[in-house]
């Protein structure tokens, strides 16, 4: 009997140190996630300086401004990893064209604020690769928790689902030339 009792408290154990690990892994990816968009939300806080620095050199770029200003609104809005993979990639794409833009302007490039803003744009592009590289660590210790037995047993009583990766669209894969 008393054997019987403490084999019913070990399993109980158990079960709730599972429980408990799951649970964590989801306030892990959570945070994750609010890395991932404090970096985001930095890298579109720097947008409207860059945009109207650029602004002041090639004002006849008209449609690379908007679609640098629309894809920071998408980023903005975005409610989950997979819309802020998008808006993101949007985004890179729409900061490229207006670096190209301000390629052909070498007194633009000269100046020190437009210098510092790129300077901060890069060092803010290395903390989200940083905090995306983190989300999809904290993201795959979790789904492998929850494919694994018994993981997967207690995972599925209590309703933990898998959670998406912060993937790279095909085109992010390849290299990006940048020439200052």
Not at 4 to 10: E, M
Not at 48 to 73: C, D, I, M, W
Not at 90 to 115: C, W
């Amino acid at each position: 009997m008393i054997f019987a009792l403490i084999a019913l408290v070990i399993l109980v154990v158990y079960f709730v140190a599972i429980y408990n690990s799951l649970a964590s892994l989801k306030v892990k990816i959570r945070e994750a996630w609010s890395q991932i968009d404090v970096q985001l939300k930095r890298r579109v806080d720097l947008i409207p300086n860059l945009v109207e620095t650029v602004k002041g050199y090639a004002a006849h770029e008209k449609e690379v401004f908007e679609n640098v200003t629309q894809a920071r609104s998408a980023l903005m809005g975005a409610k989950n990893p997979k819309e802020a993979g998008e808006a993101d990639q949007a985004l890179t794409g729409a900061l490229g064209r207006l670096f190209a833009v301000a390629e052909a302007y070498p007194a633009l490039r000269a100046q020190e604020g437009f210098v510092n803003l790129q300077s901060e744009l890069s060092d803010t592009e290395d903390k989200v690769a940083y905090s995306r590289q983190f989300f999809n660590s904290v993201v795959r210790d979790y789904n492998n928790k929850l494919v694994v037995f018994p993981s997967n047993l207690i995972g599925g009583m209590f309703g933990f689902k898998p959670e998406e990766f912060f993937d790279a669209k095909p085109e992010e894969r390849e290299a990006v030339k940048v020439d200052f």
